[in-house]
């Protein structure tokens, strides 16, 4: 079974660019998160996605950030204009809806580097 | 809002020898899950080890064990017999029951060295 599959991997990109980043979650499974990881410390949700809606972005910085997930498979997190404090790993997760054992499983993220 | 504290930003262990690596967390919630996440340089983040927080008894995987405390609200994970592979940051979580806020809440991370 494929795994969640994230990228790019790596972007370097000038302040004041956009950018995006693309995620596709293992088959099946419903739920689909974008965490935000700054270097040396743990991931903090951005969005939430149950199928195609998003039922919790409230700690999306919703100025610069937008999330969508048209389908309810694979989603794009994109980031207009970059700023230099986005320098930071983008993670994507997903977890089965209707598993009862809350585990996330999560891809190898996007390093993002803003300069 | 539920918070996790990881207290410890290094630990170091000898191979062979074994490491307990803390976390703490603050929910006024009866019932709830418990994680520990294992995060190797290549950035993947792997579940180590899962807790029902209505179990009392810690759960055990192979070399992997918890001491889970629900009343010190406490949940730290004891590693036994360390391996080099099992170099890596190391991240306590939570959930809540509520499906409405089924995200993990994460600490920030201890940060594992294992010397041969």
């Known amino acids: 079974e494929a795994g969640v599959v994230q990228s790019p991997r790596y972007k370097i990109i000038e302040k004041k660019q956009p950018v995006a980043f693309w995620c596709n979650p293992i088959s099946g499974h419903n739920t689909l998160y974008w965490y935000l990881q700054n270097l040396g410390q743990g991931p903090e949700l951005l969005i939430r996605y149950e199928n195609e809606e998003a039922v919790d972005d409230s700690q999306l910085p919703k100025d610069r950030f937008s999330a969508e997930r048209l389908k309810g498979v694979d989603s794009t997190l994109k980031i207009q204009p970059a700023e230099l404090g986005d320098s930071a790993v983008y993670l994507c997760?997903?977890?089965?809806?209707?598993?009862?054992?809350?585990?996330?499983?999560f891809g190898e993220g996007s390093r993002l580097t803003v300069l | 809002a539920q918070t996790v504290t990881q207290s410890q930003p290094e630990m170091s262990v000898q191979e062979a020898e074994t490491v307990t690596l803390s976390c703490t967390y603050d929910?006024?919630?009866?019932?709830?899950?418990l994680f520990w996440y294992k995060q190797p340089p290549s950035r993947q983040m792997i579940l180590v080890i899962r807790?029902?927080?209505?179990?009392?008894q810690n759960a055990t995987e192979n070399r992997f064990s918890v001491n889970f405390q629900k009343a010190a609200k406490s949940f730290s994970l004891k590693i036994s017999d360390s391996q080099l592979g099992d170099a890596a940051m190391y991240f306590c979580a939570y959930r809540s029951p509520d499906t409405g806020r089924r995200a993990l809440t994460f600490g920030s991370g201890t940060r594992l060295q294992v010397q041969p």
């Open positions: 929910t006024s919630e009866s019932d709830y899950y």
């Open positions: 997760a997903s977890s089965s809806q209707g598993g009862n054992t809350g585990e996330l499983f």
């Open positions: 807790q029902e927080a209505y179990k009392q």
